[in-house]
């Protein structure tokens, strides 16, 4: 199955829960998650299941103005 993160094709093999996804991509913290475009707060990770078609945003905040 294929699901977009930060707008590129990814491929799994199976639906996985957020964490999981995360371990895998291991972005540079500190970050934030959109799943299906919706913020995600780190207390509900566990809950969120990555499946076909997907998409998440992983964005890193920035300083400056």
């Known amino acids: 199955m294929t699901i977009q993160v ?7 093999d199976e639906e996985v829960p957020l964490p999981e996804l995360l371990a895998r991509l291991q ?16 207390s509900q990770y566990d809950a969120h299941r990555i499946a076909a078609n997907d998409q998440i945003e992983i964005v890193q905040p920035s300083v400056g103005g």
Request: net charge positive; aromatic share 14%; no cysteine.
């Open 6 to 12: 930060n707008g590129k094709a990814y491929a799994l």
């Open 27 to 42: 972005p540079r913290k500190p970050f934030a998650v959109a799943h299906n475009g919706k913020f995600v707060p780190r």
